[in-house]
C-alpha cells in the first residue's frame, strides 16, 4: 500500500506514491476505493476500460478518478483492481475489473474529487499526490 490518509476537517485527505507516475495513479484509485468501499472485498467479475484527458497531469489524476465515481454512480460498478494504465501525453487509457455494486452492502459517502489541496508532483524518488474528496 502506497498511500496515506491524512486529518481533514470534514472531507477525507490521502497522499499517494510511486515509483512511476502509473504506479502513483493505481495507489490513488486504490485510495480513493477504499474511501467508497471500505475493506470489502469486490470480486473480479467484469472487466471495463476508459480513457480520460487532462491539460496537465493534476486535471489528469482529478478526471481519472472521478471517472471511478462515474462507474459507480452511472454503470453500478465497483471496481476491483486496475489491470492495466498507460500515461501518454495528456491521455490515460485504464482497464479496470470489478462487480456490480448491487451485489454488496456498503455506504458511498464520496460526494465529489475535489481541486481542494491538490497535488501532482514528482520527487527524486518517483511521484508523490494529494487529493481531498467531498464526503
Known sequence: MAYSFLEHTADVKFRAWGESLEEMFVFAADAFNETVRGEIKILEQE????EVEGKDKMSLL????EEFLVLLEKDDFLVSKIKEIVIDEG???CVVVGDAAGNYKFTNDVKAVTYSEMF??????????QV???V
Open 47 to 50: 472487466e471495463r476500460a476508459f
Open 62 to 65: 482529478y478526471n481519472f478518478l
Open 91 to 93: 491521455k490515460l487509457k
Open 120 to 129: 501532482v508532483r514528482e520527487k527524486e524518488e518517483g511521484w508523490e499526490c
Open 132 to 134: 481531498v474528496l467531498d
